[in-house]
């Protein structure tokens, strides 16, 4: 590493706990009154069913999104979780126009996406760029570094001019904490984590405003994570970026997200503040997912309430009417089955200045702590109103005798923040 990358190194890394804190202060509420930059309303994406062979003929369709809505404010992060198939990188890949919805609107900045073609559409691609899952097929292996970083400059030479371009590649990377001497490396001479990294770097070359990030952590080991999360955090902070993070890890979802929205059979279920959904779950299958979570701390896991679930996802072509949760749900009666719940702050929770009054999309809404917060006398499973259906069975926790983890910290940044380790200096150098 030469002296100069190694000087602005460091001097990024004096300024890393400090931008962190920064960036962990933010509270979703305070993208409240903020004017949305992205705007998504009853995004649907259908998958034709067909059959025939010359001649083919629709019998159905996979509904992967069934009518998502959300906002993004600028600046904010919003995470997405839910099981597999759920339709997260379905509303990902829409986002970014990879695929075109079936109906719904996404405004950027007021302007309706998904109606724009050609030069409209090319400009509007340059501000919302996505960093991808898998850092091994989502590069060239044919490519340098410099090429792939580069490549956006080729299709918005406007951005970079030629002459300019090797240097702005450098500086990409030394900004994600790469050595810019790397840049006539191939691929296959980095680690997971440092190929994410170089990912990151393409999503950053064309200054955007809004980075979708469809699960970049899920193919990495935990320390290789919490490096790239943490380096999101600080671009974050450094670019003023929004982010649509998607992932399977809750707890990784809610150290770097604002607001969280679960995801149920292509429809948003649940939307709040990290606070509100994480430690104030109102809907069924939030608390099922927060349920099992691993737990680190022995004390706490042993009193924490385990919610199991029965039976299967039900097919995305043939979705339960009403509800889409009530074929799993204990609480679910005759009015699940007939009418579709809105995505709306419950009834009971509507005069109140609670957590609780978020937006959840249940006829039976009522608040669940699966694990109780240090230093209070909790029963698991204690309910906001009575509600419909019994829950699992109720356990006191003696506050003295056991003292979990504090479920409402946030921490500033996750362990494993170093750099990953350079490729072998065996490795081949192109010219």
């Known amino acids: 590493m030469n002296a100069d990358h190694a000087g602005r190194k460091e001097a990024r ?10 960036s962990k202060s933010r509270q979703g509420s305070a993208y409240a009154g903020n004017e949305p930059i992205l705007e998504v309303r009853d995004l ?27 906002d993004l404010a600028a600046g904010e992060t919003l995470g997405i979780v839910g099981e597999s198939g759920c339709g997260k990188s379905t509303v990902a890949r829409m986002l970014v126009h990879l695929e075109r919805p079936t109906a719904g609107v996404i405004r950027y900045k007021g302007e309706d996406v998904t109606q724009l073609s050609g ?67 191939y691929p296959h001479q ?35 994570q919490a490096q790239v999360v943490n380096l999101l955090d600080r671009l974050q902070a450094e670019f003023n970026l929004s982010y649509v993070f998607i992932a399977h890890d809750l707890s990784i979802v809610r150290h770097i997200s604002d607001r969280v929205g679960v995801m149920y059979l292509g429809r948003f279920i649940e939307i709040g503040t990290d606070e509100e959904i994480y430690d104030h779950p109102t809907h069924p ?6 349920s099992a979570v691993p737990v ?12 199991i679930l029965h039976g299967d996802v039900p097919s995305p072509a043939h979705p339960p009417s009403g509800c889409r949760f009530r074929t799993r749900c204990w609480k679910a009666q005759e009015r699940c089955e007939l009418e579709v719940p809105l995505l709306a702050v419950p009834a ?24 109780p917060p240090e230093g209070t006398l909790e029963q698991v499973g204690e309910g906001g109103g009575g509600g419909a ?22 921490p500033e940044a996750l362990p494993g923040a170093g750099d990953d380790p350079p490729p072998p200096s065996g490795s081949s150098r192109v010219s």
């Open 13 to 22: 890394e004096e300024g890393e706990v400090a931008r962190a804190l920064l």
């Open 44 to 70: 649907v994406k259908h998958y034709p069913l067909t059959q025939g062979i010359l001649i083919k003929k629709q019998i159905g369709a996979v509904k992967a999104v069934d009518g998502v809505s959300f």
């Open 119 to 185: 030069r409209a559409l090319k400009a509007v691609r340059r501000n919302i760029q996505m960093v991808f899952q898998d850092p091994y097929t989502s590069l060239n292996p044919r490519m340098t570094v410099g090429d792939i970083i580069g490549e956006p400059y080729e299709i918005h030479p406007e951005v970079a001019p030629k002459g300019d371009r090797r240097r702005k590649v450098q500086d990409l990377l030394d900004v994600v904490g790469l050595n810019p001497e790397y840049i006539n490396r």
């Open 190 to 224: 980095f680690s997971g984590g440092q190929r994410q990294r170089i990912g990151i770097a393409r999503g950053l070359a064309l200054n955007p405003e809004i980075i979708v990030a469809d699960e970049p952590v899920s193919a990495l080991d935990v320390s290789v």
């Open 285 to 290: 299958y939030t608390q099922a997912l927060l």
């Open 296 to 307: 680190p701390d022995p004390m706490a896991r042993e009193y924490r309430e385990r919610i």
């Open 348 to 371: 009971s929770f509507r005069l109140t200045e609670t957590p609780a009054r978020h937006d959840s999309a249940c006829h039976f809404a009522e608040e669940k702590r699966v694990v």
């Open 389 to 410: 259906g019994a829950g699992p069975e109720v356990e006191t926790v003696d506050r003295e005798a056991r003292k979990p983890p504090q479920s409402g910290a946030r």
